[in-house]
Each structure stands twice: as structure tokens, then as C-alpha cells.
């Protein structure tokens, strides 16, 4: 739990002070003070962590963190759910960025038929988030910037996928939200597309988007908005490829084919294909 928590925060912010409420004997937080210490180097060269205590009494933020655990634990806590009590988890999922299960479950989310819609399949949600976790997971203890980024936007899709599908596509603007938050240096749309959700597809994370914004699928018709946003961007472009070469081969007389080169060798195979041409 403690490399958990304390790994969360370093990837997160470069920057850390970490204050904890003084009051009473609390073995996790000594064991988490130990753990800190050990592990506080900083990130980089300007790094900086620190740790501290007070008196929940004079800290207004230790009292708010201490309303919003013990309000989430009627959630979490078996102990302490209750089928009468409000749905706190959506009362304050605009203020959560993400929500991290440990041990990792998906099961929550599977069998759980509340909250979700109508056409979900559990296939094909099991698949992407399989996808996600893996990325995640292979991914955790890397430090390069853009793939940090990579990854905190895939947790929030993820967490939004389980917590919150009802709410369907998240905007661009609310995902470079996260990104900001966290310090991240603000990006434009087009490199938001192509260093953060581009390399997450390539790596095989299953994105779905739409005018709206993005999300991880949990059904047929999500998957099929991906394809169809495919079909409408990539055939356009492909075809005008094809023109273009075609025109430049024929005004040659076949002299001149740009697709020659080593470098375009796939889309030189691909359109021989269409043509027919073994």
C-alpha cells in the first residue's frame, strides 16, 4: 500500500509535500513516513518532497480529506455499506480524478448490471479493458514525460469507463484537464491526438471516439464508432494518395513512382493490391 500511494503521487507531481493529521497513534502513516523517506528523491533535478504533520484541528484541508475518506468508505468499506445511503461515488465523481482498486478488480464493474447501459457486452469491455490494464501495467514505472501523460489520460478514460459510462464520450478539453492538473504543460488538440491517444492505439489500447471526445468501448456500437471515424478520415486521404501517384506515373509515362522509396513500401504493397498488381 505504501509503494501504491507513494508511487501515484511522484509520477504525478514533481513537486510533493504530503501533510498528515498528528492526532492519535495511526501504524500506516508511521509506516508510511519510513516508506517516504526512503523513497523521496526527487524525479528530477528540480524535484522537491516533503512530509509533515498537524493538527487536524487547525488544518481545514486534513478535515475535508477526512469528510471525503469517510464518506467514500460507506462506498468501499463492507463494513460500513448501506443500501439506504446516497450514491456518494456519483455525488462526487466530478471532483475525483480517478479511483484506484488494489488489489486490481474488473469484477465491480462486470457484474455489476447498475448504472450500466443497455447495449453494454461484457466481451467486448473485458477486451478493452485488458488492453488498458496491460498498458498500465507495462508502463508503471517509466519516466519519460509523454508517456506519463499517456497513462494518466488512459486511467481517467478507465475510470470514467467503470465509474461513470452513463456519461458516454469525454471531451478533449476535460482529458488535457487531467494533464494540466498535474502540471503537464499545455498541449494543442493535434498533439494531444498524436503523442497521447495516436501512440495508445498503436500500442494497442482500444479507444473509441467521436465528436464528443473519447472513451474506452464497452460495447459493439462504441467499437463501430471508432471504425466509422477511421473510414471517413483515413479512405479520404488514401485515395487522394492514390491519385496523386496515379496522375504523376501516367504524366512520366511510368518513369516516376513516388511510392518507390523503402520508406513507403507498405502504401506502395497496399495500392499494387487494389490494382491487382502482384
Given at each position: 500500500?505504501?509503494?501504491r ?19 492519535g497513534?495511526?501504524?500506516f ?22 512530509l ?39 455525488i ?24 450500466m447501459p ?7 469491455a473485458?477486451?478493452?479493458h485488458?488492453?488498458?490494464?496491460l498498458f498500465?501495467?507495462?508502463?508503471k ?7 506519463k ?10 475510470f ?9 464520450y ?11 492538473y498535474?502540471?503537464?504543460k ?15 492505439r ?17 460495447n ?9 471515424h ?14 496523386c ?8 509515362n ?10 513507403y ?14
Open positions: 500500500m505504501n509503494e500511494i507513494h508511487y501515484d503521487l511522484r509520477r504525478a507531481f514533481s513537486s510533493l509535500t504530503v501533510v498528515a493529521d498528528s492526532m497513534s495511526n501504524e502513516m508511521d509506516s508510511f513516513v519510513k516508506y517516504f523517506d526512503s523513497h523521496s528523491e526527487p524525479i528530477n533535478l528540480f524535484g522537491e518532497s516533503d509533515m504533520f498537524e493538527d487536524s484541528k487547525d488544518d481545514v484541508l486534513i478535515q475535508v480529506a477526512d469528510f471525503i475518506s469517510g464518506t467514500l468508505a460507506y462506498v468501499y468499506d463492507l463494513h460500513k455499506q448501506d443500501k439506504t445511503a446516497p450514491d456518494y461515488l456519483k462526487l465523481s466530478s471532483k475525483i480524478s480517478y479511483v484506484r482498486i488494489y488489489p486490481k478488480t474488473f469484477e465491480e464493474f462486470i457484474h455489476d448490471p447498475l448504472g443497455h447495449e453494454y457486452d461484457e466481451t467486448i473485458q477486451l478493452c485488458k488492453q488498458a490494464a498500465l501495467d507495462k508502463h514505472n517509466d519516466d519519460d514525460v509523454e508517456i501523460s499517456q497513462c494518466i489520460v488512459l486511467e481517467y478514460l478507465l470514467r469507463m467503470m465509474n461513470n459510462n452513463y456519461r458516454g469525454i471531451p478533449t478539453k476535460e482529458l488535457k484537464s487531467q494533464l494540466e498535474i502540471g503537464m499545455h498541449i494543442s488538440n493535434s498533439t494531444f491526438r498524436l503523442k497521447i491517444i495516436c501512440k495508445l498503436d500500442a494497442g489500447v482500444i479507444i473509441s471516439s467521436s465528436p464528443k471526445g473519447y472513451k474506452i468501448p464497452s459493439e456500437s462504441e467499437i463501430y464508432d471508432f471504425i466509422n477511421g473510414n471517413q478520415v483515413v479512405l479520404p486521404m488514401l485515395w487522394r494518395l492514390k491519385k501517384r496515379d496522375l504523376v506515373k501516367l504524366a512520366t511510368g518513369k516516376v513512382d513516388l511510392l518507390e522509396h523503402d520508406e513500401k507498405d502504401l506502395k504493397n497496399f495500392f499494387d493490391f487494389q490494382d491487382g498488381i502482384k
